[in-house]
């Protein structure tokens, strides 16, 4: 009788065990992602500002590139700071060239790639919106902004 | 001859008796009569409409304190809101339009400018920093 019951607790015990451990031990869901943002406009951009959210609160990113345009600052300018403490939910890029406006891009011009790491299952949700945009006499312009996102795995 | 002294000895004593009656303050309205008015002036107003007389209290004093902010705000405009020294473009807003009105002034003029390398530098990372503290106002 007493081994029995021995038996039965060591069972519940392994059983409890297994249990807590199933639980604690799954590693949180996550995965790398790039958003990359284009200003859409007519006239050549010399300038650009863009505030980039993800709405979940999920996203980290993990590094900045320019875009295609070689001109521009490489990375462009960011808060650093935030980016050391991982709080980067939300970011502001920015950037400018001093080249002459025949040597700018328009149109659709990729002006940056952000890479992010995105915690959970849910898909990101992101908001970008353009700050500021300018022509290379520093006029404003009333562009477009528009983002890909791309997972890497 | 003394004026004074002359009438008195020239006209009859019942005249100037008279006289002296006249130049006496006699009341012009009584208190019956003035009570009668203060009445009326009372019914007068009472009967007015409520609305009426409180619309005036309402709006009079909203409207003087409105305009009196207005007025303080113009003439203390030039001493409270001045221009940032961040907005180079004069556009309002402190962006990187102003980062690039600063680097295009160096490249125009260089150190005779006045503008450094640092001063974009600086502004460039405040217009993106996310903590309120370092951030452009």
């Known amino acids: 009788m007493k081994r029995a019951a021995r038996v039965w607790k060591t069972v519940l015990a392994v059983l409890c065990a297994a249990m807590v451990l199933?639980?604690?031990?799954?590693?949180?869901?996550?995965?790398?992602?790039?958003?990359?943002?284009?200003?859409v406009s007519g006239t050549p951009v010399a300038a650009w500002q863009v505030e980039l959210t993800e709405r979940r609160g999920a996203m980290q990113i993990v590094g900045i590139e320019r875009g295609d345009?070689?001109?521009?600052?490489?990375?462009?300018?960011?808060?650093?700071?935030?980016?050391?403490?991982?709080?980067?939910?939300?970011?502001?890029?920015?950037?400018?060239?001093?080249?002459?406006?025949?040597?700018?891009?328009?149109?659709?011009?990729?002006?940056?790639?952000?890479?992010v790491r995105m915690?959970?299952?849910?898909?990101?949700?992101y908001e970008a919106r353009l700050v500021a945009a300018g022509t290379a006499d520093g006029r404003p312009i009333d562009a477009q902004l528009s983002i890909e996102t791309q997972t890497e795995r | 001859m003394d004026p004074?002294?002359?009438?008195?000895?020239?006209?009859?004593?019942?005249?100037?008796?008279?006289?002296?009656?006249?130049?006496?303050?006699?009341?012009?309205?009584?208190?019956?009569t003035d009570r009668a008015v203060l009445e009326a002036a009372r019914a007068y107003f009472d009967g007015r409409p409520a609305a009426a007389r409180a619309?005036?209290?309402?709006?009079?004093?909203?409207?003087?304190?409105a305009a009196a902010v207005l007025l303080a705000a113009v003439l203390m405009r030039p001493l409270v809101f001045q221009p940032l020294a961040d907005d180079v473009d004069g556009s309002g807003s402190v962006d990187v339009l102003d980062v690039l009105a600063l680097a295009r002034m160096r490249a125009a003029a260089g150190d005779a400018s006045g503008v450094t390398e640092a001063r974009i530098e600086e502004l460039a990372y405040r217009i993106v920093a996310l903590d309120s503290a370092r951030r452009v106002p």
């Open chain 1, 69 to 115: 345009d070689s001109t521009f600052r490489d990375p462009p300018y960011y808060d650093r700071v935030a980016m050391t403490r991982s709080s980067t939910d939300r970011i502001v890029l920015a950037s400018f060239s001093l080249s002459d406006a025949a040597q700018l891009q328009s149109g659709r011009v990729r002006i940056a790639r952000v890479h």
């Open chain 2, 55 to 65: 619309r005036r209290s309402r709006w009079a004093v909203p409207l003087g304190a």
């Open chain 1, 119 to 125: 915690t959970g299952a849910a898909a990101a949700d």
């Open chain 1, 22 to 39: 199933s639980t604690t031990a799954q590693p949180e869901a996550s995965y790398f992602t790039t958003v990359d943002l284009f200003v």
């Open chain 2, 4 to 32: 004074t002294t002359e009438q008195p000895e020239i006209l009859p004593a019942a005249m100037i008796s008279r006289l002296r009656a006249l130049d006496r303050a006699e009341p012009i309205v009584d208190p019956r």
